[in-house]
């Protein structure tokens, strides 16, 4: 007896991812426009101005890191340029990494090796 797999309808998934990437492009845009509206072309952190072609390297950030959250005030966005968000949202990635005292003693307590063990005696003058 075999045992035949189903296979995925790869048509169907890929016309649901690409109506999912239009929903989420038209959302963006909505957003991108009121905040481009309501906040001077400048990058929120390095205070870069932007204009002309150059404006598409300026993004909205959420500042509450929820993009649902989009008051009509703009009062959860602020514009930074590519750099700048990326670096935002690198910062986060890396304070989850290393949030915790925890984790820095239990490592701490599962290392065998001591490479300077012997040092002290090794430096010691003998008499």
């Known amino acids: 007896m075999s045992t035949k797999k189903k296979q995925p309808d ?3 998934l890929q016309r649901i991812a690409a109506e999912a990437r239009r929903n989420r492009e038209l959302q963006d845009q909505t957003y991108r426009a ?3 509206k309501i906040y001077p072309w400048i990058c929120a952190r390095c205070g870069r101005e932007f204009s002309g072609k150059r404006v598409r390297e ?3 950030h959420h500042k509450d890191h929820n993009h ?3 008051p009509p005030d703009g009062s959860n966005w602020e ?3 590519i750099y700048c968000h990326d670096n935002e949202h690198s910062r986060d990635q890396v304070a989850e990494w290393y ?3 925890t984790q820095g003693s239990a490592q701490a307590s ?3 090796h001591r490479p300077f063990a012997g040092l002290e005696d090794l430096l ?3 008499k």
């Open 10 to 12: 790869i048509d169907r």
């Open 34 to 36: 009121k905040a481009l």
């Open 58 to 60: 300026l993004t909205v």
């Open 68 to 70: 649902d959250n989009n």
């Open 79 to 81: 514009l930074l340029c």
């Open 99 to 101: 949030d915790g005292s």
């Open 110 to 112: 599962s290392l065998t």
């Open 124 to 126: 010691k003058v003998k």
